[in-house]
C-alpha cells in the first residue's frame, strides 16, 4: 500500500485501516472477555496439580481459553451474517462473541447465572447463542462437525440463503466424525466453510507428533474439497482467505477449507499452567500475538496511539460492565434444573 | 377404515403420510432410498426424491449428528440406524448431542428427531445384530423410548414420535416386519400410553416389543391352566405408564416384567421396583441371561425368552 496519496489508492487505504480496526476491535472483545474469565476462575478446579482456591471461584468448571487465536474467530466471521450459522468447540468464546454474541449474557453463563445465554445450564463448554446463528460450543472434540453440516443440508433441503461455518480445533481431524463431516458435505454439495483453527496443542500433547500425513488442509483436499492454508495470527489474511472461500460456498460451490495456523497461549484450560511446553516455545508465540500484529498494522496505516487505546479501553469498559452484571446478577434458580430437558414425559424426573 | 398391513408396511405408510402433510419431515439413513433393508421405506423415495428421502454414506454418527443440525434449523428428520448395534458408532451424538442440546443451551433449541434403531434377535444374526438395548436410551434424560409390539402401534407411535419435540429412540423389532394385522390409519396412539391386550385378575404381565407375542401366548397357556393373567404392552418406554401398570398390579397383586433384553440392569428392573417401592406386591423379572447372542440356532435359543420360561415364571410367581 504504497501509493496512499490520491483517488482510489486513498479510498482502498481507507477502507483496508475500517476494515482492519473493526476486526481489532473483535479481537480486543474477545481478549478482554477471556482475560476476565480467566481471572475469576482461579482456583476453580483442582486438575493439572492445581489445588482448588478455598473460596469457590466465580468462574467454576473448565474454562477453555482461545488467546492467541483470536484473529480466526475475527476474521472469519467478519464474512458471516448474522443468519448464517456456526458451530463451534470447547473454546468457543471467541466464535460466539465474533458473530455478535452479547458479553454480559455470555459472562451470566460463565458465572452460572439464570441471565446467562444458557441459564447457567452450559457453563463456558457450552456457550451458545441461537438468536445470532451460533448453535453451540460442544464439550466433545469434532461433535460440532456434523451438526454443521446437518444444518448446512437443512439449508439445502430447504432451499435457503445461508451458510455455516464450522470451527474445530487441529485435534479434531483425528477423530472419525471429521472425516465423515467432510465426505458428506462434499457429496450432498453443502454449504459449509470448514475451519481448522491449529492451535498445535491437543489438550496437553503436540498434535503434530499424533498427526500423520501432511495435516488438516491435505485432508480436506483428499475428499475433493478446495482447502487453504493461512497465517492463522495474521488477521487480514484470515479475512482474505475467508472470504475468497466463503463468496465460494455462497455462490453454490459446495464446501471449502480453511486451514488457520495459530498458536494456543494458554493452557488447556485456564487452571493449566501449561508446564509440559518449552518455555522458549511461548516466548516465541508472544512475539507473533494477533494483536499485537494488528495493532502494528494499524500504527502503520496511521492509527495514532490515542485511537488505539481508545478501542482497548472500550472494549476493557464494555467487558467490566459485562463482568459487573455477572457479579450482581442472581444465580440459576434450582428449581430450573428441571426444565428445558423434554416434553414427553417433561416433569416426570422418577420413575 | 382398517386395513391388512404387515409392521414395515405399515410405517412405512405411516411415514408417507407424515411426509405428505409437512415438508419438514425428512428422512435419512443407508438404504432408505431402496426402501431400507426391511422395506420399512419402501416407496418414499419414488414419492419424495432423494432430496427428502435421503441415501447416506455408512456414517452413522453423521447420520445423526446431522439430522440433530437439521432439527435445530428447521426440519423433523427420521433416521434409519438399520440395526440398534450401528447406533452404537453413533452414541455421542445421541446421548452427548440430541439429548442434551435442548437443556445444555437452556432451551434456545429443539431436537425433532426420531431415530429408528431396528432392535432384538433376528435370523441367525448373531452377537453384534441382535442386541435389544432399550435400557441404555431409558436411561438417559432428554430421550423418549419407544417400542412398538404391532402393525398398529407401528403405524400410529411413529407418527406420535413424528410429531412430538423431542428425540425419540424409535425401537422396532426386526422379526416383527412381516407380521400383519389390521391398521387403522387414523388411529392416534399417544405417546406413554400402555395397551392391555389381555385382560386378567391374577397377575400382572408387563411387556413390549416382540416379547408381546410370546408373552400372549404364554398367557393363554396359563389361562388353561386356570391362571388368569393380564398382559400389558407398555410400547412407550419413557415416560412408562405407571398408572396403568400399577392399577393393574394393585388389582392382581402380583407384578411380572418380562423382555427380550438382557435380564441384568435391564428397564423391567425398573418397573418392578416401582411397583414394588408402590405396592408391596410380589414381583419378578424375566429376560435374557446375560449372554452376547451366539449365531447357530442352538446357542440363540438360549438368548430368547420364550412362552415356556414366561409360563413357568408366572406358576412360580402364582404359588
Known amino acids: ?5 490520491g483517488g482510489e489508492g486513498a479510498s482502498r487505504y481507507d477502507a483496508r485501516r475500517a476494515r482492519l480496526t473493526a476486526l481489532y476491535a473483535t479481537m480486543l472483545r474477545i481478549r478482554a472477555f477471556e482475560d476476565a474469565a480467566e481471572e475469576a476462575s482461579r482456583g476453580g478446579v483442582a486438575v493439572f496439580g492445581q489445588q482448588a482456591a478455598a473460596k469457590p471461584a466465580a468462574v467454576r468448571g473448565p474454562l477453555h481459553l482461545s488467546t492467541g487465536q483470536e484473529a480466526v474467530a475475527a476474521g472469519v466471521c467478519a464474512n458471516l451474517r448474522r443468519a448464517d450459522y456456526l458451530t463451534s468447540t470447547h473454546r468457543g468464546h471467541g466464535h460466539t462473541i465474533a458473530k455478535g454474541g452479547d458479553p454480559g449474557r455470555m459472562m451470566q453463563e460463565l458465572y452460572g447465572r439464570a ?7 452450559g457453563g463456558s463448554m457450552h456457550i451458545a447463542d441461537f438468536g445470532v446463528g451460533m448453535l453451540g460450543a460442544n464439550g466433545v472434540v469434532a461433535a460440532g462437525m456434523p451438526i454443521a453440516v446437518g444444518a448446512a443440508h437443512s439449508v439445502s433441503i430447504r432451499g435457503a440463503t445461508e451458510i455455516v461455518a464450522c470451527f474445530f480445533g487441529d485435534g479434531a481431524i483425528n477423530r472419525g466424525p471429521f472425516a465423515e463431516s467432510l465426505n458428506w458435505a462434499q457429496v450432498f454439495h453443502l454449504p459449509v466453510l470448514f475451519v481448522c483453527e491449529d492451535n498445535r496443542w491437543s489438550a496437553t500433547t503436540p498434535t503434530g507428533s499424533l498427526t500423520a500425513g501432511e495435516g488438516a488442509a491435505a485432508r480436506a483436499r483428499a475428499h475433493g474439497i478446495e482447502a487453504r492454508t493461512v497465517d492463522g495470527n495474521d488477521v487480514e489474511a484470515v479475512d482474505a482467505a475467508t472470504a475468497d472461500l466463503v463468496a465460494a460456498v455462497r455462490a453454490g460451490r459446495g464446501p471449502r477449507f480453511l486451514h488457520a495456523i495459530t498458536y494456543r497461549v494458554k493452557g488447556h484450560v485456564s487452571v493449566d499452567p501449561a508446564a509440559y511446553r518449552d518455555p522458549a516455545e511461548l516466548e516465541a508465540a508472544r512475539t507473533t500475538d494477533p494483536l499485537l500484529r494488528a495493532r502494528t498494522a494499524l500504527a502503520s496505516l496511521g492509527a495514532s496511539a490515542a485511537e488505539l487505546e481508545e478501542l482497548d479501553a472500550a472494549a476493557r469498559s464494555e467487558i467490566a460492565a459485562a463482568v459487573a452484571l455477572a457479579e450482581s446478577a442472581a444465580p440459576a434458580a434450582a428449581g430450573s434444573a428441571y426444565t428445558e430437558i423434554q416434553d414427553c414425559g417433561g416433569g416426570r424426573w422418577r420413575s | 377404515m382398517a386395513l391388512v398391513m404387515t409392521y414395515a408396511a405399515a410405517v412405512a405408510d405411516s411415514l408417507a403420510r407424515a411426509m405428505r402433510a409437512d415438508a419438514r419431515v425428512v428422512a435419512l439413513g443407508e438404504d432408505v432410498g431402496r426402501g431400507g433393508i426391511f422395506g420399512q421405506y419402501r416407496g418414499l423415495q419414488a414419492e419424495f426424491g432423494a432430496r427428502r428421502v435421503i441415501d447416506t454414506p ?3 454418527a453423521t447420520i ?15 433416521v434409519e440406524m438399520r440395526v440398534v448395534d450401528f447406533a452404537l458408532c453413533a452414541i455421542d451424538e445421541i446421548v452427548n448431542q440430541a439429548a442434551k442440546n435442548r437443556y445444555m443451551f437452556g432451551g434456545q433449541g429443539r431436537v425433532p428427531l426420531v431415530i429408528r434403531m431396528p432392535s432384538g434377535i433376528w435370523s441367525a444374526s448373531a452377537a453384534q445384530h441382535s442386541q435389544s438395548l432399550e435400557a441404555w436410551f431409558a436411561h438417559v434424560p432428554g430421550l423418549v423410548v419407544v417400542a412398538p409390539a404391532t402393525p398398529q402401534d407401528n403405524h400410529a407411535l411413529l407418527a406420535a414420535a413424528i410429531a412430538c419435540d423431542d428425540p425419540v429412540a424409535y425401537l422396532e423389532h426386526k422379526e416383527l416386519w412381516g407380521e400383519s394385522a389390521e391398521v387403522d390409519p387414523a388411529e392416534h396412539v399417544p405417546l406413554g400410553r400402555a395397551r392391555v ?6 397377575l400382572t404381565l408387563v411387556t413390549w416389543s416382540k416379547a408381546v407375542h410370546a408373552a400372549i401366548k404364554a398367557a393363554e397357556q396359563a389361562a388353561a391352566k386356570g391362571r388368569d393373567v393380564e398382559v400389558i404392552d407398555l410400547r412407550t418406554l419413557w415416560p412408562w405408564d405407571r398408572e396403568t401398570v400399577l392399577a393393574s398390579a394393585a388389582r392382581t397383586g402380583r407384578l411380572l416384567v418380562v423382555h427380550e433384553a438382557v435380564e441384568v440392569a435391564g428397564f423391567g428392573a425398573e418397573i418392578a421396583a416401582t411397583v414394588a417401592e408402590a405396592l408391596g406386591v410380589r414381583v419378578a423379572r424375566l429376560g435374557a441371561p446375560r449372554i452376547p447372542v451366539g449365531y447357530a440356532s442352538s446357542l440363540e435359543d438360549e438368548a430368547r425368552v420364550s412362552p415356556a420360561a414366561i409360563l413357568d415364571k408366572i406358576e412360580s410367581l402364582l404359588a
Open chain 1, 1 to 5: 500500500m504504497g501509493e496512499a496519496a
Open chain 1, 115 to 121: 441471565g446467562g445465554s444458557c441459564g447457567g445450564r
Open chain 2, 58 to 60: 455408512i456414517s452413522e
Open chain 2, 64 to 78: 445423526v449428528g446431522a439430522a440433530v443440525g437439521m432439527a435445530l434449523t428447521g426440519l423433523r428428520p427420521v
Open chain 2, 197 to 202: 391386550c389381555r385382560a386378567g385378575r391374577d
